[in-house]
C-alpha cells in the first residue's frame, strides 16, 4: 500500500465533517417561523451544504487527481437514474414542481442532484473506521435527541405550538409520524447490525441501545409501517448472520434467547401500545380502505403516462384525474395528494418504467455490492444491510421525505467506497490557488441562492397569520413579499388571493388565485378560490374580469379537475345558485352530498337551490337520491316542502314526521305538518 496524500488532506476530512453535519441537520433542523417548518428548511440546509460539499470535490480533484473517485460499476446505474430523472422532467406536466419539487416535499431534481453529491462525497472520503464512527455518531445524537422530543410531545409539554397536535402520535422534528416511523425503522435496523457484526463491544452495546430506544420510541409513534421495517430486518439478520459466518459460530444459546428477548418485546408492544392498536386494526381489515383508494389511483395515473411518468415528485399533478366516487367519503372533501405512499409506485407516477427501473437497478446493485463486502468488512457492510432493507421495506407503505431520503445515498455511497479499491498513490498536482479559492466562491453562491426561498417561506407564514386574524392589510404585504422571493409557488399567490379577499379586493383576489391557477392547475382548490372571487366581483357589478361566465369557468375547471371532489361540486352548486341556475345548483350540490355524506353545510346548499327550483318533480327526485345516501333533517324537510308543493300530501307527512323524529323543535317541520293536515 502506497503513501495516499488524499486520505491525509484537508480535503477529505472536511468531506467527512460535512457529510456528518448534512445528515444531523437534515434530521434535526426546523423553523418554527415558515410556513413550512419542517422538509422546507431541511431542504434548504442540505442543498447549502452540498454547495460546500461539491466545492470541496472540485479543489481536491485538480490537486488530487480523478484517482481519488472509486472507479465502480455503480457509478454508471446512478448516471441512468439521473438520466431518467432528467427525461421525466423535460416531459414533466409542471416543470417549476420536476426541478424544485412539490409544495411540503421538495424531492424535485435539485434533490436528486443534491443526493448523487452526497454519494460522491460518501464514495470518495469514507475511507477509515474512524469516518464512519464521526457520521455513526452524529446519527446517533440526533436519534436520542429526536426520541427524547418524541417522549415530550406525548407527555403534552411540546413548548412549539405545532399545525397539528403531535400528542397522539409524536412526529419529533420529522413534522409527519409516518416519516418518523420510518427513521426509526432505520435506526433499529442500524442499530441491530453494529449490535451483531461490529467486533468492538462498546460499539456493540451502543447499537443495541439504539435499537431499544428506537424500538420504544416506535411505539408511541404508532407507524404501521414500522413493524414492516423492523420486521424486515430482524428476518434478514439471521440468514446474513449464517452467510457471513456460517453455522459453525452461530452461539445457539445467546441467539435464542435473543430471539425469544425480541419475541417478548414485539408481543408487549402489539398488546400494550398504540402501535398494537394500529397493527390490530389493519389486520382486522380496518384503517387500510385510504390506502388502498391511493394505490389505486396511483397505477391508473402511471398507466396513464407509462414510459416518463409525470415528472419528479409530480404526484400532486397526476391524483386529481384519477379519484374514484368513493374517494371523498374516505379521504376528504379535497382530497390532494402529493405522495403514491409507496416508494415503487412513487417512482412509476414521477419518472415512469424507465425511473423505476432505474430505481430497482440501484437497490439491486447496492445490496449485491454489499454482500461482497461481508467477507471483508462486515462490521460496515452488514448494518448498512439491515438498515437498506428497513429502509425499503418500510417505504412500502409510506410517503418520502428528505428526513429519511438521503438513507439510501448513503448506503449505496459506501457501497461505491468499497466495490473496487480506489488508487493509493494518486498522483498530486501542484496546489493551484484558484481551485482553493473556487471552494469559497462555490460556498457563497449556494448560500445566496437558498436565502429568497427562506426569506419567501416565511413571509407566507406571517401573511398566512395576518390572514387568520384578520388583518388584510398586513397579509398582502406580507405575501407580495414572499412572492417577490419566490413566484413559482402557487400556494404564496393563494395567500395573496386570501389576504386581498379581506380587503375586498375581489378583482385583485381573483388575478391572484388566477396566478395561482396557473402555476397549479391540476389542484381544483385553486380553481374553487377563483370562482368565488369572480363570483363576488361580478356581483359588486364589475364585469371586468368576464362576470358570471369567467366565475362559472373556474368552477367547473375544478370539477373537470377532479370530478370526484365533493368540495368542487360544492362551490359550483353556490355559484349556479348564486346566479341562478337553481336546477343546476340543486343537481350539483346532490353530487357533492353522495360523494360526501358527512359535511352538513352541503345539505343547506342543496335545501337553497331545491327552494327555488323550477323543476319540482326532478328536484324531488334528487333530494329523494340525496336522502339515500343520507339521514337529514334539512333533506327531509325539502323533501316534504315539495311533496307538499306537488300535492303528494301523506310524503309530505311522512318526510316532515321523519324530521320531527330527528329534531323535535323543528319549526318548518311542524309548519308543513300543520299545512298537510298531518
Not at 59 to 87: C, E, K, M, T, W
Not at 154 to 179: E, H, N, S, Y
Not at 353 to 379: K, S
Amino acid at each position: 500500500m502506497g503513501h495516499d496524500p488524499f486520505a491525509e488532506s484537508w480535503h477529505r476530512r472536511a468531506l467527512v465533517w460535512l457529510v456528518a453535519a448534512k445528515i444531523a441537520g437534515i434530521a434535526l433542523l426546523v423553523d418554527t417561523l415558515g410556513v413550512q417548518s419542517f422538509d422546507f428548511p431541511k431542504t434548504l440546509y442540505s442543498h447549502a451544504v452540498a454547495w460546500f460539499i461539491a466545492a470541496v470535490l472540485g479543489a481536491a480533484i485538480p490537486r488530487f487527481r480523478h484517482q481519488i473517485v472509486p472507479r465502480s460499476r455503480l457509478h454508471l446505474v446512478v448516471f441512468a437514474f439521473i438520466g431518467a430523472n432528467v427525461l421525466a422532467a423535460l416531459f414533466a406536466e409542471d416543470h417549476y414542481v420536476a426541478l424544485f419539487g412539490e409544495w411540503k416535499r421538495y424531492l424535485g431534481l435539485t434533490f436528486v442532484l443534491d443526493m448523487v453529491i452526497l454519494y460522491f462525497a460518501v464514495a470518495t472520503a469514507f475511507r477509515k473506521p474512524r469516518d464512519w464512527i464521526v457520521l455513526g455518531v452524529a446519527a446517533a445524537c440526533a436519534t436520542v435527541a429526536m426520541s427524547i422530543y418524541a417522549f415530550v410531545q406525548r407527555a403534552g409539554l411540546d413548548p412549539v405550538r405545532w399545525a397539528d397536535d403531535p400528542q397522539p402520535r409524536p412526529f419529533a422534528t420529522m413534522g409527519q409520524p409516518d416519516i418518523y416511523g420510518q427513521y426509526l425503522s432505520v435506526a433499529f435496523a442500524t442499530g441491530l447490525g453494529i449490535a451483531l457484526f461490529v467486533p468492538a463491544r462498546a460499539a456493540r452495546l451502543v447499537g443495541a441501545a439504539v435499537a431499544v430506544l428506537a424500538l420504544a420510541t416506535s411505539a408511541i409513534v404508532a407507524t404501521r409501517g414500522s413493524t414492516i421495517g423492523m420486521g424486515a430486518a430482524i428476518l434478514v439478520a439471521v440468514p446474513l448472520w449464517l452467510f457471513i459466518h456460517g453455522f459453525r459460530r452461530l452461539p445457539i444459546m445467546r441467539s435464542g434467547l435473543g430471539l425469544a428477548a425480541v419475541v417478548a418485546a414485539t408481543a408487549a408492544i402489539v398488546l400494550l401500545t398504540p402501535l398494537g392498536d394500529r397493527v390490530r386494526a389493519t389486520l382486522v381489515g380496518t384503517q387500510v380502505t385510504d390506502r388502498l383508494l391511493i394505490y389505486r389511483s396511483a397505477f391508473n395515473a402511471y398507466v396513464a403516462r407509462p414510459i416518463l411518468g409525470w415528472g419528479p415528485d409530480g404526484t400532486a399533478a397526476a391524483y386529481p384525474s384519477f379519484t374514484f366516487p368513493e374517494t371523498p367519503g374516505v379521504l376528504g372533501v379535497n382530497p390532494i395528494l402529493s405522495s403514491a405512499h409507496s416508494w415503487p409506485l412513487q417512482a412509476a407516477v414521477t419518472t415512469g418504467t424507465l425511473g423505476l427501473a432505474a430505481l430497482i437497478a440501484l437497490i439491486v446493485a447496492g445490496t449485491i455490492i454489499l454482500l461482497r463486502m461481508t467477507r471483508e468488512a462486515a462490521w460496515l457492510a452488514a448494518p448498512l444491510l439491515l438498515a437498506s432493507v428497513a429502509y425499503w421495506a418500510h417505504g412500502l407503505v409510506t410517503v418520502g421525505s428528505i428526513s429519511v431520503d438521503w438513507i439510501p445515498w448513503v448506503v449505496l455511497g459506501a457501497a461505491a467506497s468499497r466495490a473496487v479499491e480506489p488508487v493509493t498513490t494518486p498522483r498530486t498536482a501542484h496546489p493551484r490557488p484558484w481551485a482553493e479559492g473556487l471552494v469559497l466562491g462555490v460556498c457563497a453562491v449556494g448560500l445566496v441562492l437558498g436565502y429568497p426561498a427562506w426569506a419567501a417561506n416565511r413571509d407566507a407564514l406571517a401573511a398566512r397569520v395576518a390572514v387568520e386574524r384578520p388583518d388584510g392589510a398586513r397579509a398582502v404585504a406580507a405575501a407580495r413579499s414572499a412572492i417577490a422571493e419566490d413566484r413559482g409557488r402557487s400556494t404564496y399567490w393563494s395567500i395573496l388571493g386570501r389576504g386581498l379577499d379581506l380587503q375586498g379586493q375581489w378583482k385583485a383576489a381573483g388575478d391572484a388565485y388566477a396566478e395561482a391557477a396557473s402555476r397549479a392547475p391540476y389542484d381544483p382548490t385553486t380553481w374553487e378560490s377563483l370562482a368565488v372571487s369572480r363570483t363576488r366581483q361580478a356581483q359588486s357589478g364589475d364585469g371586468s374580469s368576464g362576470g358570471e361566465q369567467a366565475a362559472l369557468d373556474a368552477a367547473r375547471q375544478a370539477v373537470r379537475r377532479d370530478a370526484n371532489n365533493a368540495g368542487a361540486h360544492v362551490v359550483l352548486a353556490q355559484l349556479l345558485t348564486a346566479f341562478g341556475h337553481f336546477d343546476q345548483g340543486l343537481a350539483e350540490a346532490v353530487i357533492a352530498i353522495r360523494q360526501y355524506p358527512a359535511d352538513p353545510r352541503f345539505d343547506a346548499v342543496a335545501a337553497q337551490a331545491a327552494g327555488q327550483a323550477v323543476d319540482k318533480s326532478q328536484a324531488r327526485e334528487l333530494v329523494e337520491s340525496a336522502l339515500a345516501a343520507k339521514e337529514s333533517v334539512t333533506l327531509e324537510v325539502v323533501d316534504a316542502r315539495l311533496a307538499l308543493q306537488l300535492g303528494d300530501r301523506a310524503a309530505a307527512i311522512q318526510h316532515a314526521t321523519r324530521a320531527l323524529q330527528l329534531a323535535p323543535d323543528n319549526a318548518e317541520a311542524k309548519d308543513i305538518l300543520r299545512m298537510a293536515g298531518g
